[in-house]
């Protein structure tokens, strides 16, 4: 809609995970760094956590397209508190039969998956997303399948991926033995006021746009509305630039984002 006014080749500010527009923050670069250490050091547990769209998903799908061949990954979408079979979704992930068997038939099936790829020399890798729906027995079961060894190896690495929650989650009391297996751990924060302008402008030049296109006053009511969240940034933005297009501004000042803000408490859905 815009596009062509500002001069982009794309949306900048788009919500969908997209490692291409990934922003190294400070603390998205320790992250980062977190999640390749747990990987080149066969932690047995790795956990990533942060507030809703803070930009999780995003550095998982960097870490993909930047993994080794030598790494098998499965990722476990669909958790939630009744998930009764997650050995048979375990197994869909890597995509290993499944259907019609019992527990053991999958314990065991899954054992030997494990097994015919550490001697095919793969490592095997299960990310979890949004795992604080996880409940204490699933995270127990997976504390189980963490056991399957060959020698001093780990055989499988699991990296539990979730908000806030997932943290209160496992510090819980009876999850004590489960806590001792993570290795890596890092929680990640919104970004500080003075990162959110190196994020805007970071997106607006992968996006084509290499001039600063929101004034520092814009910039400054948007890391206060949006509290330093990406994903809100990311909506003000797109707003912000829609407002902007449609009133003709060549640049998103301060009184485009108050009107923006104003018309969203006032006509908002969610406000």
């Known amino acids: 809609m815009y596009e062509e006014f500002y001069g982009l080749k794309e949306k900048p500010f788009t919500i969908q995970p997209d490692p291409d527009f990934l922003f190294f923050g400070r603390r998205h670069s320790m992250a980062y760094s977190m999640l390749e250490y747990g990987i080149e050091s066969r ?11 803070c930009g999780k998903t995003t550095l ?4 993909l397209n930047n993994i080794g061949s030598d790494v098998k ?11 009764d079979d997650l050995l048979g979704w375990i197994m869909l992930a890597f995509e290993q039969p499944y259907a019609g068997m019992s527990e053991i038939e999958l314990f065991d099936a899954f054992q030997k998956f494990l097994i015919s790829s550490y ?29 399957i060894n060959a020698d001093k190896d780990q055989l499988l690495q ?3 991926v979730g908000q806030p929650e997932l943290r209160e989650l496992l510090r819980r009391p009876d999850l004590q033995q489960f806590m001792q297996r993570v290795a890596v751990d890092f929680f990640i924060p919104a970004l500080q006021p003075f990162e ?26 948007i890391a206060e509305e949006s509290k330093g969240v990406p994903r809100s940034i990311n909506i003000l933005c797109d707003m912000a630039m829609v407002y902007g297009f449609s009133s003709g501004e060549e640049k998103i000042g301060a009184e485009v984002v108050v009107e923006l803000l104003k018309d969203r408490a006032k006509f908002g859905v969610l406000a």
Do not use: W
């Open 73 to 83: 990954v499965g990722i476990v979408y669909n958790t939630h508190q009744k998930v």
């Open 196 to 221: 959110v302008a190196k994020y805007i402008q970071h997106r607006l030049s992968v996006a084509g746009c290499e001039k600063p296109l929101f004034t520092a006053r814009a910039i400054e009511l």
């Open 60 to 63: 998982v799908r960097h870490l």
């Open 158 to 160: 699991v990296i539990l």
């Open 119 to 147: 001697v095919a020399g793969q490592r095997v890798v299960l990310i979890v997303d949004e795992a604080q729906n996880l409940s204490p027995g699933a995270l127990e079961s997976l504390r189980m399948l963490s056991n």
């Open 43 to 53: 932690a047995g547990f790795s956990v990533i956590c942060g507030e809703i769209g």
